[in-house]
């Protein structure tokens, strides 16, 4: 098993989390893991002065995971009125599947009750992410029935598909 520290990102960490993020969810890199977008989506998914703004943002935080020095994942949290958010969770693609997604998850869920004494966390996924959805669903989620639109930014990357949707997940604490 991994020895896993979990701590909060600082503005130093935007570089290297916006690389990981990006490894993670599109390109080739992504395809060794489980967790990929690249056949739904072209482009990357962050930069690093994004990553910089959510770091710096009053009600926003990043939750890194480390073995030792080496970054090997991070989630985003954003406190919207009595809700944690919970976005961008990434594990290096060559990791994954070795337990450090659901220990990052609950650190992060830790995390939110501490700062902000959170008892509710929302997250949207791509409906045909079925994997990923079990996956949050075994952590106890549940689909909310609820889908809003994909968000379109095309500096950043284009749809592969058409139609892409985001379905709501929700877990109350």
């Known amino acids: 098993m991994l020895e896993l520290t979990f701590s909060l990102a600082e503005p130093s960490d935007a570089e290297p989390l916006a690389a990981l993020i990006n490894s993670a969810y599109r390109g080739e890199s992504s395809r060794q893991g489980w967790t990929t977008e690249a056949d739904l989506l072209d482009g990357r998914r962050t930069e690093a002065a994004d990553i910089a703004n959510l770091i710096a943002h009053a009600d926003s935080l990043i939750v890194l995971c480390r073995q030792q020095q ?30 450090i997604g659901k220990h990052l998850l609950a650190a992060a869920e830790n995390q939110a009750r501490q700062t902000w004494h959170s008892q509710c966390f929302v997250m949207a996924v791509i409906p045909c992410r079925t994997e990923l959805i079990a996956f949050y669903e075994r952590r106890g989620y549940r689909r909310t029935g609820a889908l809003k639109e994909f968000p379109v930014n095309p500096t950043l990357w284009t749809p592969k598909v058409s139609g892409l949707l985001l379905a709501l997940l929700e877990k109350q604490a």
């Open 70 to 99: 080496e970054l090997l994942g991070s989630v985003h949290l954003q406190h919207i009125e009595q809700q944690t958010h919970i976005g961008m969770l990434a594990v290096k693609p060559a990791l994954q599947n070795q337990g």
